[in-house]
C-alpha cells in the first residue's frame, strides 16, 4: 500500500497570516457552503414566523420581529464571512471553531420563534435564546481574531480592535437580552447597538480595508446566500400551496394554486438573474474602499428575498382560507419585497460602478406600474392570478433590457473602470 502524501491531511496548524487578496482561483469552501446551510434554517425560520404573523393580521407586529431577526442574522453572517474571507486556514483549530461558531447558530435560530412570539404578545421582547445563541457564535470568533492577532503581526491592532469591540458591543446585547426593560426602551437600545453592530468594522479598520479580504471570494460568498435564501422562497412557496393542491391526495388544483406555484418559480428564477448580471466581484475588485457599502448594503437584499418567500408563504395561507388579510393586503406584502429587492440590487450596482444608469430610472418606472396595477386590481376585485403573474413579471422588465442592449453600457463602464486607477 502506497503512503498518503502529507497534503492528504492537512490538518495540521497552518499559521494566520492573513490570505493573499490577488490570489486565483479563490473559491468557498465546503465549510463555508455547510455554514451558509445553517444560516438559512434561520432565515427561513424568520420568514415562516413573519407570515404566520401577517395571516393573522398582526403586520407592523410582524415586520418588527422580522426586521429584528434578520439583521441579526445577517450581521452574525457578515461578520464570520469577511473574517473567513482575509484568514482562513482550514486546519483542525480552525474547522472546530467554526463548528463552535455553528452551534451558536442553532441555539439563535431556536431563540426566533420566542421572540416572534413575545412580540404577537406585546408584553416584552424575549431575546434571552437568541442572545446566548450569539454570545455562543462570538466566543470562537473573537479566539479566530485572537489567534489572528498572535500570528499576523501586520493585523495585529485591527485583530485588537475587532475583539474589544465585538465583546463590547456583545455585553450590551447580554444587557439588553436578560434585563427586564419597558418596550419602549427595549426598542431604543436595540437601534442603539444595532448601530454599534454596523460601526465595528469602522471602529476596528476603518471600513473593509484594514483586513486582506479577497473581493471574489466575497462576492461569490453573498451570491451563494442569496440562491440559498432564493431557494427557501420555492420551498415556502411549495409548502404554502400544499392546502391549494389537494393536501396529499394531490386533488382539486385551482387556477390560482397554479398561479402561486408559477409566480414562486418565476420569481425565484427573475431574481437570481437579475443579480447575477451585476459584476460585483469585478466592482469590488477596482472600488475596494466600497466594500463597506457592499457588504452592509447586501442587509437589504437578503431581507427582501426572505421578505418575498414570506408574501409567496402569506397568498398560499390567503388563498386556503387560512388568512385574515385582504387581498390588496396580501398582494403588497409580495410586491413591496420584490420593489425594495430591486431598488437595492440597483442602487449597489450603480454606486459601485460610479455612474448613475438612465436605463435603470426607465426600468424601475415600468417595473413600479407592473408592481402598482398588481396591487390595484387585487383593489378592485380581479382574480388574485392576475396580481401574482404581473408581479412575477418585474423582474423580467430587467433582464429583458439587459439582454436587449443594456449590457453593452455595463461593458462600456466595467472597460473604464478597469482604465482608470485603483480606489484604494
Known amino acids: 500500500m502506497s503512503r498518503m502524501s502529507p497534503d492528504s491531511f492537512r490538518r495540521r496548524l497552518v499559521p494566520m497570516r492573513g490570505r493573499d487578496p490577488g490570489e486565483g482561483e479563490r473559491a468557498s469552501t465546503p465549510l463555508e457552503l455547510l455554514f451558509d446551510l445553517i444560516f438559512?434554517?434561520?432565515?427561513?425560520?424568520?420568514?415562516?414566523?413573519?407570515?404566520?404573523?401577517?395571516?393573522?393580521?398582526?403586520?407592523?407586529?410582524?415586520?418588527?420581529?422580522?426586521?429584528?431577526?434578520?439583521?441579526?442574522?445577517?450581521?452574525?453572517?457578515?461578520?464570520?464571512?469577511?473574517?473567513?474571507?482575509?484568514?482562513?486556514?482550514?486546519?483542525?483549530?480552525?474547522?472546530?471553531?467554526?463548528?463552535?461558531?455553528?452551534?451558536?447558530?442553532?441555539?439563535?435560530?431556536?431563540?426566533?420563534?420566542?421572540?416572534?412570539h413575545s412580540v404577537d404578545e406585546g408584553h416584552h421582547v424575549d431575546t434571552r435564546l437568541m442572545v446566548i445563541g450569539y454570545v455562543v457564535m462570538?466566543?470562537?470568533?473573537?479566539?479566530?481574531?485572537?489567534?489572528?492577532?498572535?500570528?499576523?503581526?501586520?493585523?495585529?491592532?485591527?485583530?485588537?480592535?475587532?475583539?474589544?469591540?465585538?465583546?463590547?458591543?456583545?455585553?450590551?446585547?447580554?444587557?439588553?437580552?436578560?434585563?427586564?426593560?419597558?418596550?419602549?426602551?427595549?426598542v431604543a437600545i436595540g437601534v442603539f447597538l444595532g448601530a454599534c453592530e454596523l460601526l465595528i468594522p469602522v471602529l476596528a479598520q476603518g471600513g473593509a480595508n484594514g483586513t486582506p479580504w479577497h473581493p471574489q471570494h466575497i462576492a461569490e460568498r453573498y451570491s451563494l446566500l442569496a440562491i440559498i435564501t432564493l431557494g427557501e422562497g420555492i420551498v415556502g412557496t411549495i409548502g404554502s400551496s400544499q392546502g391549494l393542491l389537494g393536501g396529499?391526495?394531490?386533488?382539486?388544483?385551482?387556477?390560482?394554486?397554479?398561479?402561486?406555484?408559477?409566480?414562486?418559480?418565476?420569481?425565484t428564477f427573475g431574481m437570481w438573474w437579475v443579480y447575477f448580471m451585476m459584476p460585483f466581484g469585478t466592482f469590488l475588485q477596482h472600488r475596494p474602499t466600497y466594500g463597506y457599502f457592499f457588504g452592509y448594503g447586501h442587509i437589504v437584499v437578503f431581507v427582501a428575498i426572505a421578505a418575498?418567500?414570506?408574501?409567496?408563504?402569506?397568498?398560499?395561507?390567503?388563498?386556503?382560507?387560512?388568512?385574515?388579510?385582504?387581498?390588496?393586503?396580501?398582494?403588497?406584502?409580495?410586491?413591496?419585497?420584490?420593489?425594495?429587492?430591486?431598488?437595492?440590487?440597483?442602487?449597489?450596482?450603480?454606486?459601485?460602478?460610479?455612474?448613475?444608469?438612465?436605463?435603470?430610472?426607465?426600468?424601475?418606472?415600468?417595473?413600479?406600474?407592473?408592481?402598482?396595477?398588481?396591487?390595484?386590481?387585487?383593489?378592485?376585485?380581479?382574480p388574485i392570478s392576475v396580481s401574482l403573474l404581473l408581479t412575477m413579471a418585474a423582474p423580467f422588465v430587467t433582464i429583458v433590457a439587459y439582454e436587449a442592449g443594456a449590457h453593452r453600457w455595463q461593458e462600456e463602464q466595467l472597460r473604464r473602470l478597469a482604465a482608470s486607477p485603483r480606489v484604494e
Not at 453572517?77 to 463548528?99: E, K
Not at 396529499?248 to 420569481?267: K, P, R
Not at 409580495?334 to 444608469?357: C, E, K, M, N, W
Not at 406600474?369 to 396591487?375: E, F, G, K, T
Open 40 to 116: 438559512v434554517v434561520a432565515v427561513g425560520t424568520s420568514a415562516e414566523r413573519f407570515a404566520d404573523m401577517a395571516a393573522e393580521g398582526h403586520i407592523a407586529k410582524g415586520v418588527f420581529a422580522f426586521l429584528f431577526a434578520m439583521f441579526a442574522i445577517c450581521v452574525a453572517w457578515i461578520s464570520f464571512s469577511w473574517f473567513a474571507s482575509s484568514f482562513d486556514t482550514d486546519d483542525w483549530l480552525y474547522r472546530v471553531l467554526t463548528m463552535l461558531t455553528m452551534v451558536g447558530v442553532v441555539v439563535f435560530a431556536l431563540g426566533l420563534r420566542p421572540m416572534f
Open 138 to 186: 462570538r466566543i470562537p470568533l473573537a479566539a479566530q481574531w485572537w489567534r489572528a492577532s498572535r500570528q499576523s503581526p501586520q493585523y495585529r491592532l485591527v485583530a485588537l480592535r475587532n475583539i474589544r469591540w465585538m465583546l463590547i458591543v456583545q455585553a450590551g446585547w447580554v444587557v439588553f437580552g436578560f434585563v427586564p426593560m419597558p418596550l419602549a426602551v427595549t
Open 248 to 267: 396529499e391526495t394531490g386533488e382539486n388544483w385551482s387556477w390560482n394554486a397554479i398561479a402561486v406555484v408559477i409566480t414562486g418559480i418565476g420569481l
Open 308 to 382: 418575498t418567500g414570506a408574501g409567496l408563504h402569506i397568498l398560499g395561507l390567503f388563498l386556503d382560507g387560512g388568512s385574515e388579510l385582504s387581498e390588496t393586503a396580501a398582494a403588497l406584502l409580495l410586491t413591496l419585497p420584490v420593489a425594495l429587492y430591486l431598488v437595492a440590487i440597483y442602487s449597489l450596482h450603480d454606486v459601485l460602478i460610479g455612474r448613475f444608469d438612465p436605463l435603470h430610472l426607465a426600468n424601475m418606472m415600468v417595473t413600479a406600474l407592473l408592481l402598482i396595477a398588481a396591487v390595484v386590481l387585487a383593489l378592485v376585485g380581479a
